[in-house]
């Protein structure tokens, strides 16, 4: 029998499908986080339905005007090898270049890797995912008040942790619970922060995904209790963004939301 194929956007009712591919790769991402890229980029969600069943995903999240983010790229292992996630990305990249976005990122596994590198991503920069077990010593405050959507969208559904001069959000997540986005000005507050959060100990697992060249971001974790668990790199199809505040990001948003 030949499999009836479809390209179509993707829908809240096809959240649970997203989820057992989530499941089955061993990602952390929850239901929620699906919801909150259908509320984002409603027009960017997009997935093979092969039939009937939702075989194969991809996410575009524009970011800002010259930048968006390539995520959830996923397959269900029955439907490998037949070149859904390169309809998928190209579908998505067509979509970018309608909406006049120069840029585009992501976060590339190993398995992912040779693909983007054929659609003309080149690599930036390494990423890594640290796992530890965290104490919480008190509860988040209200979701941060910010005018950008995104930050908005994750503090919905986030804990939030503040200083005058660094703010952390804790979700949660299908295997662990996701530390990020963390952003402090400095070190100093960079400590303050989680510090006055949380505690190493036998608490909940977390994830936590960095990028390396921030090296107070990796102490700070060392002494935590971290240890690294997953090594990606970080790709850029079109013209290099400047990289100029990275050394106040000791978490990022997320492998699908850079």
């Not at 029998?1 to 989530?22: F, G, H, N, S, Y």
């Not at 005007?65 to 070149?83: E, H, K």
């Not at 100029?244 to 948003?253: F, L, S, V």
Request: hydrophobic share 45%; net charge negative; glycine share 8%.
């Amino acid at each position: 029998m030949v499999a009836v194929q479809l390209i179509r956007k993707l829908v809240r009712a096809d959240i649970p499908a997203v989820l057992d591919l989530v499941r089955a790769a061993g990602w952390n991402q929850t239901a929620a986080d699906i919801e909150m890229l259908l509320r984002l980029a409603p027009d960017g969600c997009f997935c093979v339905e092969c039939d009937g069943a939702v075989a194969a995903t991809t996410t575009l999240l524009p970011i800002m005007p010259d930048l968006a983010w390539l995520g959830m790229v996923l397959t269900a292992d029955s439907y490998r090898r037949r070149g859904f996630a390169h309809c998928l990305v190209q579908q998505a990249l067509d979509g970018a270049d309608r909406l006049g976005i120069a840029t585009v990122k992501l976060d590339a596994t190993d398995m992912g890797r040779p693909l983007y590198a054929i659609m003309r991503f080149r690599d930036e920069q390494p990423v890594e995912r640290w796992a530890g077990r965290l104490v919480q010593l008190r509860p988040g405050v209200d979701p941060l008040p910010a005018d950008r959507p995104l930050l908005r969208e994750l503090a919905g559904h986030s804990e939030v942790f503040a200083e005058p001069d660094a703010y952390l959000l804790v979700r949660p997540g299908m295997r662990a619970r996701y530390v990020g986005p963390f952003v402090a000005r400095d070190p100093s507050s960079a400590a303050l922060v989680i510090r006055g959060a949380f505690e190493p100990g036998d608490g909940d697992l977390c994830f936590w995904d960095v990028l390396p060249e921030n090296t107070e971001a990796i102490r700070l974790l060392k002494e935590l209790g971290f240890e690294r668990v997953r090594s990606l790199v970080r790709m850029v199809r079109g013209p290099g963004l400047p990289r100029t505040d990275e050394h106040t990001i000791y978490a990022i948003r997320g492998f699908e939301l850079g």
